[in-house]
């Protein structure tokens, strides 16, 4: 059984700085790219940031400069750093593991809010 288990959300402060992570377990995690997307309420499930299983890594316009997308093959973990939180960031952000364009696994998701 796969899963994705999402951790490290809660309220942070404008210009805070927060750390996600996601732990997968049922799949080879070190063959799979590995994504952050982000969905915020009334809009669609936006991209954010991917690392493939070579670790090549993209950003989102948004968050360039501002998000770190990374991973731990030996603890099945990627990570998602941010710094310079802004209330645009408030979102429920989701992990996804991806092999090929056919399979594919998502995690429940974890909520952010950026308010003082």
């Known amino acids: 059984q796969v899963q994705l288990v999402e951790s490290g959300g809660g309220l942070v402060q404008p210009g805070g700085s927060l750390r996600l992570s996601c732990v997968a377990s049922g799949i080879s995690f070190s063959m799979y790219a590995m994504g952050w997307y982000r969905q915020a309420p009334g809009k669609q499930r936006e991209l954010v940031a991917t690392i493939t299983s070579s670790s090549n890594l993209s950003y989102s316009d948004s968050v360039k400069g501002r998000f770190t997308i990374s991973r731990d093959n030996a603890k099945n973990t990627v990570y998602l750093q941010m710094i310079s939180w802004a209330p645009e960031d408030t979102a429920t952000y989701y992990c996804?593991?991806?092999?090929?364009?056919?399979?594919?696994?998502w995690g429940q998701g974890t909520q952010v809010t950026v308010s003082s």
């Open positions: 996804k593991a991806q092999r090929g364009p056919f399979v594919g696994f």
